[in-house]
């Protein structure tokens, strides 16, 4: 099973409609990211948790939001989709400890939202 | 404050030629340095990372990448590409346990017969 899941995997939606990305994981890491992909632009940070009660915004938050549920779940909601947020977006997890002072993050397999 | 480079946005090389990818960082503190790839319809997988211990770091499938802090560079290499590499690769850079990751924009590598 994989680590790290997102639902759903595919999304069509019109324009002004709220819609929400679920990412799960059972990594049991503290940290939870969510980026945007688009072509020729990397991944984006949107928003980041370093644990339940810690919410950041990241590079491009506007007009997204997220929830931080429980450890092991992270959402992201577009309250009014627009079309030029038609993109791929990624759920990540990250654990540093002492012994592993980096940030490896580790990656769900991605949601493909179109806004229409 | 860090970013990333990646110099190319597609690399085209033939099966069997050796495989190249640039990446230039910036970063006010010693980084810790990634490269990931991502195959088509798929998330992203970590190939190899610097944490200090080494500058050559050896990853999966054949790759490696050089530290090189007078360059600033950290380059991925592999003596000999597979049709299986063609795949899109990304360099991040973190300062710290408690900073973000940072992504290049990424670059497509393509594999010809």
């Known amino acids: 099973d994989a680590d790290v899941t997102q639902t759903p995997r595919n999304r069509i939606t019109k324009t002004g409609k709220r819609i929400m990305l679920e990412c799960s994981q059972t990594?049991?890491?503290?940290?939870m990211y969510w980026y945007r992909q688009d072509p020729g632009l990397g991944l984006r940070l949107i928003y980041y948790?370093?644990?339940?009660?810690?919410?950041n915004k990241g590079e491009i938050s506007d007009g997204y939001s997220v929830s931080r549920q429980a450890q092991a779940k992270f959402s992201l909601s577009l309250e009014s989709a627009i079309p030029n947020q038609t993109a791929l977006y990624f759920c990540?997890?990250?654990?540093?400890?002492?012994?592993?002072?980096?940030?490896?993050?580790?990656f769900g397999p991605g949601t493909r939202l179109t806004v229409l | 404050a860090q970013s990333v480079t990646q110099l190319g946005s597609h690399v085209s090389v033939s099966e069997g030629a050796l495989v190249l990818l640039r990446c230039n960082y910036s970063?006010?503190?010693?980084?810790?340095l990634f490269w990931y790839v991502q195959y088509p319809n798929q998330g992203l997988q970590l190939l190899l990372k610097?944490?200090?211990?080494?500058?050559l770091v050896k990853g999966i499938n054949g790759f490696e990448a050089e530290f090189k802090k007078s360059e600033t560079s950290f380059h991925l290499t592999k003596p000999s590409a597979h049709m299986s590499d063609a795949a899109e690769y990304f360099c991040?850079?973190?300062?710290?346990?408690?900073?973000?990751?940072?992504f290049g924009k990424g670059t497509m590598l393509l594999v010809s017969p």
């Open positions: 990540a997890t990250s654990d540093p400890s002492t012994g592993r002072p980096y940030n490896e993050q580790f």
């Open positions: 990594k049991g890491h503290d940290r």
């Open positions: 948790s370093f644990d339940v009660k810690d919410i």
């Open positions: 970063s006010s503190v010693p980084p810790y």
């Open positions: 610097y944490t200090s211990a080494a500058t």
């Open positions: 991040a850079v973190s300062l710290s346990g408690y900073s973000t990751l940072t």
